[in-house]
């Protein structure tokens, strides 16, 4: 049997299936099938499927009891594809792919729809355009042809197989869930928020701090308009430019602490109150759609429900089943040890060689103990504070490891010119003309809200703010790469096991697994950190270490 198997969904509940060349030319003749489940649960030797879309066909296979080991995503190829090619927002649906082929209008990509809780479905609505096998064999031999002509073929073939793993992988996630006690979740909801009021106002507690509020301004002032607020502190000779925490806290008037404390509460009461557990919550476990590359430094980002976004207090109602255990694994300083592989810095690749606290080698080398300092500089060459003391900082890095700041240096002069870059296998940042969504360089937020940690994102049109945008991406973005193979690791190294992945945000992982299995799990974690390093970033003595701890709640992790 060959192993690489082609397939596409059919009229009903058929398929039609291909063996296919190295070349990616059939290599037998084209079978149809009256059930595709039926049809892949028959073929359990084909080492990867090739496939319009994870999203459309997985997650219905897995209902079936139906795990496959390796796929191809033509629709994710296409989108690293375009972007490698300098044209990141062109539609990237397999009907699109065929189009251009043949010279024919290009429709658009379907719209990607909001989360239905519990729900399974694939991610788009209405459903994609069909797509023929025939159509589909096309494009992916296209496809070949253009990874051949990237920078860094094999690199940029790495990045698109790990890519369709980590769909996989979040339909997998999806599947399992994340295990949930309700039942914890109201009692947390009821000691921060206190009772609710019929009709659906703000719970007890909010109202308390409203109260608080609006007798510290002297008015009646609304805490959850942050125009109102603006306008209450104006009225008492206090200038803001907005309601964020960190301006709040430098202002002395006696409304800042309960509007702090009501923002924070009323976040969770939005984001994560009664109404979230009764839509999203459902036989014990939180099943939200995860997105692998959501952003555009390949981040993931989840389709509703707030999956990337869970408050520590609430974490406390992530509770592993009788007998189980969730490993709750970080990986330590994950970015400068990616600054040190793919910069190739000899000083830098030999202090993150050492599985200890990377800053604190840092600041042994270059200043004089100071670990702090040495975070601050090694960050600010990532993040582009190259300011006051951002700068005095720097200099010093660029001294004791210049290859690693002209790396950063270089991907920041290439954004402000407005030429591509790229991660090291390949991923690559939109052209300067192409700025879009919220924040100029990606989609925006789920619901609005900001994503998990500090993805990057300049304004449209400023040089230098894209010189900031790039300098992180060729970081962050190698780094969310490395973590694609780690996740393709892990996910063959659980596979004889019980045990499931279940979250997965920037360099975290949970697997929920049974007790016994627990010290096994924590090891195949290390594991898979070391061979995503060793996969991506070749031969080189930096480490990727993780913190791991065995807990009954999530928010037992330290």
């Not at 729809?113 to 788009?124: H, I, M, V």
């Not at 509020?213 to 607020?229: K, N, Q």
């Not at 190698?478 to 780690?486: I, V």
């Amino acid at each position: 049997m060959s192993e690489r198997w082609a397939v596409a969904a059919a009229e009903g509940e058929g398929a039609r299936l291909v063996p296919l060349a190295p070349g990616g030319l059939p290599a037998g003749p084209v079978v149809e099938e009256p059930d595709l489940i039926a049809a892949v649960r028959s073929r359990p030797s084909v080492a990867r499927w090739v496939w319009r879309s994870s999203a459309e066909l997985y997650p219905r296979l897995l209902a079936a009891g139906v795990r496959v080991e390796r796929c191809y995503d033509i629709e994710d190829a296409e989108l690293l594809l375009l972007g490698h090619e300098g044209r990141l927002g062109e539609p990237r649906s397999a009907a699109a792919a065929w189009a251009r082929l043949h010279g024919r209008p290009v429709p658009p990509d379907p719209p990607l729809r909001p989360a239905e809780p519990g729900s399974q479905s694939s991610l788009f609505e209405p459903r994609p355009v069909p797509v023929p096998l025939e159509a589909l064999l096309e494009v992916y031999a296209d496809q070949q042809r253009r990874h051949q002509a990237t920078d860094h073929p094999g690199r940029m073939r790495l990045l698109t197989a790990a890519q369709s793993a980590a769909m996989l992988v979040a339909a997998e996630m999806r599947r399992a869930g994340l295990p949930w006690r309700a039942d914890v979740h109201r009692e947390l909801l009821h000691e921060l928020l206190g009772e609710r009021y019929a009709g659906g106002g703000e719970p007890r507690r909010l109202a308390e701090l409203a109260d608080e509020v609006s007798e510290a301004f002297g008015r009646r002032v609304r805490p959850d308009l942050p125009a109102d607020v603006v306008k209450a502190f104006a009225a008492a000779g206090v200038t803001v430019r907005s309601t964020r925490r960190w301006e709040l806290e430098e202002i002395d008037h006696p409304a800042v602490g309960p509007l702090l404390e009501y923002k924070k509460l009323y976040r969770i009461w939005t984001a994560h109150g009664w109404s979230w557990l009764t839509d999203w919550v459902r036989d014990g476990r939180f099943r939200p759609e995860y997105l692998p590359g959501g952003t555009v430094s390949g981040r993931w980002t989840a389709n509703g429900g707030g999956a990337l976004q869970i408050p520590k207090v609430i974490r406390r109602a992530v509770v592993a089943d009788p007998g189980w255990r969730l490993v709750v694994a970080d990986a330590a300083q994950m970015e400068p040890r990616v600054l040190a592989a793919i910069s190739r810095d000899p000083g830098l690749m030999e202090v993150a060689g050492h599985e200890g606290d990377l800053y604190t080698a840092l600041s042994d080398r270059a200043f004089s103990g100071d670990r702090a300092h040495a975070k601050l500089a090694l960050l600010g060459a990532v993040y582009g504070q190259t300011s006051g003391d951002g700068l005095k900082n720097l200099a010093a890095l660029r001294r004791r490891f210049p290859r690693a700041v002209a790396h950063v240096d270089d991907a920041a002069r290439a954004g402000e010119e407005g030429r591509l870059v790229r991660t090291w296998l390949g991923r690559t940042c939109p052209p300067a003309a192409a700025d879009q969504g919220d924040d100029g360089y990606g989609p925006p937020g789920e619901a609005g809200l900001p994503q998990e940690g500090p993805e990057p994102g300049p304004q449209p049109g400023s040089a230098r703010a894209r010189g900031r945008f790039t300098r992180n991406f060729v970081v962050q973005g190698s780094a969310a790469d490395w973590a694609l193979l780690m996740l393709a690791a892990l996910r063959r190294a659980t596979a004889p096991m019980r045990a499931e992945l279940v979250f997965f945000q920037h360099d975290e992982v949970i697997v929920h697994c049974p007790a016994e299995e627990a010290e096994q799990v924590a090891a195949a974690i290390r594991a898979a950190g070391e061979e995503a390093g060793r996969i991506a970033f070749g031969d080189t003595p930096v480490r990727f270490p993780f913190t791991t701890a065995v807990v009954e709640r999530y928010s037992d992790a330290k």
